[in-house]
């Protein structure tokens, strides 16, 4: 199993947790980004860097992900494909996507873009806080002891 890290969106205090459990478990991580990403030194952890362009990183992803791999986005059709794969998906607030929970997901994402594109709506979720990064946590070490 492998940990892949949408990266380019990916809060800095969820990578902080990711470094920490990878090095703990020692699972591979990897963190994917159209920009250089700076990585503790370390032998389970790395970083690639794509090209620039629309979806580069998640299609990188997809590309080299495994059954059972672990993807970190909050990019909800990024997960969806992760899930078609046979793959797992947290997004940085601690919510696993599940195949039973993705489609709604997708609608609701959709029906909110649509919302924002006529006006209706503006903005996107608040910051993450304290017991988001909690939440985040707790999930990935549910996670690792489930499926490591």
Known sequence: MRIWVDADACPNMVKDILFRAAERKQVPLTLVANQFLTVP???????????????????????????????????????AEVIAKNAHAINP???????????????????????RSTGQASGGP???????????????????????
């Open 41 to 79: 030194p370390s032998k389970v952890i790395k970083a690639v860097q794509v090209s620039g362009g629309f979806d580069v990183a998640d299609n990188y992803i997809v590309k080299h992900l495994q059954e059972n791999d672990l993807v970190i986005t909050a990019d909800i059709p990024l997960a």
């Open 126 to 148: 608040p910051p993450l806080g304290q017991r988001e990064k909690q939440d985040f946590a707790n999930t990935l070490d549910r996670f690792l002891a489930k499926y490591r």
């Open 93 to 115: 607030r601690g919510e696993l996507y599940t195949k039973e929970n993705i489609r709604e997901r997708l609608a609701i994402r959709d029906f909110m873009e649509e919302m």
